[in-house]
Structures are given as structure tokens and as C-alpha cells.
């Protein structure tokens, strides 16, 4: 097995561990785990802080100073839960051929209602614990919320909280419409609890189970890209691009793929971060805005 395998392996294991310490009541201690496994203070503090707080934003010190989960997130998990965590903390692909057993007691049944993760992210979800203590019950209540957000405010129905490429959002229905609010930018949320709760729209969630990105309701364009054989491998294993189909294999290894984008910026940092091995085909217009922010860049 290769360094990195190995190295997977055990950040796999160290995570598992510690979700069935925290579901079973225990709190991590960061020294003892850390002589436990074998690495720096450093390392475990990482795996708390990038793993599992990202994940579960409501994890955090007790009284101790030692991370401790709240009583109400301990309970059982069905498999759509246990793959919607490993999703949200980013080992997804460090278990797939691991018990399901063993990861089945670590979350509230509860949790894949309010978060979901669309696409890579690194943003600490930990300095938006305020609004996520008001948000989550909110969520999971239907109740109206009135955010502040970029100095007005917004009556909203929030459906759910979505880490997308870096940022949270929150995912909200203003005046009918299914719109994304980036929390780095909201102040301050007051929950309706004393209103009426709002009802779930079909349509509404239909549209967030469909949809990859926070763009909502907005109409997709369709590029075509060539992907160079050194690196074609990366895109059969994984979609790298919004709605990435592979449209053809070539002999040499090459492959010609679909995405589908609502903004240029979808897709425009994603191909210069793949420059030289990624080929804009079409539309001309993808190629030209790509061609001008590299001469913008150049001058």
C-alpha cells in the first residue's frame, strides 16, 4: 500500500474513533489522543478543526475545555446519514469498503435536514456557531427567520444550510423565489418562533436534492472541454466540474466532457487551476472571457 493509502487508512480510523467516543457521550481529549494514535497535538487538532467541526458545527468545548457533542446529537444513524456525514467531513472516499455498523451511531437523525455539503470546502463553520444555534431549529421547526444581510432585511423560509466550495450558505425562499445567502455576510437572525410555521414546497426540495451548486432556479449553459491524458484519470474518478458528464474517451487516453454552468465564474477557476491539461471547445464565449482574464493577468 502506498504512503498516502496508509495515511488515509489511519485518518479514517482516527475520525471513526472519534465519532463513536462522542456519540457515546465521551469527550476528545486532544493530548491523550494524540499519544493514543501516535501523531502531534497538531494533527489531532486538525482533524477536529477540518473534520469533524466543519461537519458538526455544534461540537465544541464543555466546561473541561475537552470537545463534547450536545445531548441531543447523539442517536442512530440510516445509511443515508452515515453517507451524508462522510460527505460533510470530507472522508467520503477514506471508507468505502468499511462496516456501515460501525459508523451507524454517531449522528442525530436530524442532522441531514439542516446541513449538506456541495462540493470540496474548508471554511471553519465554527465562527458561525451563533447562527447556526439559531438556524438549526429554525430549519428543522419551519420557522420564519428575518436575517440581516448586506445591511437590509430579508423574511425568509430557511430549508437548509449548504457548504459549497469554501462557504456556507444559507439555502431560503424569499417572495417565492429558492435563493443562497452566504452567512459570512449575515449579522444577526431573529427566528418567528411565535408565528405559524411555514410549509415545505415540493418543488422547493425537489430543487435542492437536483441541484449541485447554489445557483438556484437559474438556466445552465452547456461547455465542452478536452481533458489531457496526464490528468484524465482525476475526472473519471470524481465530477471536478459543475454536472460533469463524459461525453467520449479518446484512443490516447484524452476525454471529451460536458458540464453544465449557470455563471462563467463556476467554471473559469476551476479550468485555470487544470491549465495546460483543460481545453475550453465550446462556447467561444467560455474561451474568450478565459483568454482575456489571462491577458488582464499577464499586462
Not at 463513536?20 to 494524540?34: F, I
Not at 430557511?158 to 431560503?172: D, G
Not at 472571457?289 to 493577468?297: F, H, Q, R, S, T
Request: some cysteine; hydrophobic content about 40%; aromatic content about 8%.
Amino acid at each position: 500500500m502506498a504512503d498516502n493509502e496508509n495515511e488515509h487508512v489511519k485518518l479514517a480510523q482516527r475520525i471513526t474513533d472519534m465519532l463513536c467516543q462522542l456519540n457515546e457521550g465521551k469527550a476528545l481529549d486532544t493530548k491523550q489522543l494524540a499519544e493514543h494514535y501516535g501523531v502531534s497535538k497538531r494533527t489531532i487538532q486538525r482533524d477536529i478543526n477540518e473534520r469533524l467541526m466543519v461537519a458538526l458545527p455544534m461540537l465544541g468545548l464543555n466546561e473541561k475545555g475537552l470537545y463534547a457533542l450536545p445531548d441531543n446529537y447523539l442517536g442512530q444513524l440510516n445509511d443515508d446519514d452515515i453517507r451524508h456525514f462522510s460527505m460533510l467531513s470530507g472522508v467520503s472516499d477514506l471508507f468505502p469498503n468499511m462496516d456501515r455498523q460501525f459508523l451507524r451511531r454517531i449522528l442525530n437523525e436530524n442532522a441531514k435536514s439542516v446541513y449538506e455539503s456541495k462540493g470540496q470546502f474548508n471554511e471553519d463553520g465554527t465562527k458561525f456557531k451563533a447562527l447556526f444555534e439559531r438556524l438549526e431549529p429554525a430549519i428543522l421547526n419551519r420557522h420564519k427567520i428575518t436575517l440581516y444581510y448586506k445591511g437590509g432585511y430579508h423574511l425568509l423560509e430557511p430549508y437548509k444550510l449548504i457548504n459549497h466550495r469554501s462557504c456556507w450558505y444559507l439555502a431560503a425562499v424569499k417572495d417565492e423565489k429558492l435563493k443562497a445567502y452566504r452567512l459570512s455576510f449575515a449579522k444577526d437572525v431573529v427566528v418567528h418562533s411565535d408565528q405559524p410555521m411555514f410549509q415545505h414546497s415540493k418543488e422547493i426540495l425537489t430543487q435542492l436534492e437536483a441541484e449541485e451548486s447554489i445557483w438556484f432556479g437559474q438556466d445552465k449553459q452547456e461547455a465542452i472541454l478536452t481533458i489531457s491524458p496526464q490528468v484524465a484519470d482525476h475526472f473519471r474518478q470524481r465530477s471536478l466540474l459543475p454536472l460533469q458528464q463524459i461525453v467520449k474517451e479518446m484512443d490516447n487516453g484524452a476525454l471529451l466532457i460536458s458540464s453544465q454552468y449557470v455563471s462563467s465564474l463556476q467554471l473559469l477557476s476551476l479550468i485555470r487551476y487544470w491549465m495546460p491539461h483543460i481545453h475550453v471547445v465550446s462556447p467561444d464565449s467560455l474561451q474568450s472571457e478565459l483568454m482575456d482574464g489571462l491577458k488582464a493577468y499577464i499586462n
